[in-house]
């Protein structure tokens, strides 16, 4: 069969063993080379506070 992914879907490379890492939305504990780390930005300031005391 064919493979999908050249890196098996990891960064490890020729690395060997990588620490575990627990998913914050699952609780799966995977790689830590597999892991997607995701930033989110958010404003801890409500939207509409600046726009209303602008005016």
Partial sequence: MPK???NRGRH???KGHT????????GR????D???C???WYTPV????PASSKR
């Fill in 19 to 26: 620490r575990t890492v627990q998913c914050d939305n699952c």
């Fill in 4 to 6: 999908k992914r050249q």
């Fill in 38 to 40: 995701v930033t989110r």
């Fill in 12 to 14: 490890k490379g020729s």
């Fill in 34 to 36: 597999k892991a997607i």
């Fill in 46 to 49: 409500d939207p509409q506070l």
């Fill in 29 to 32: 504990i995977i790689p830590r």
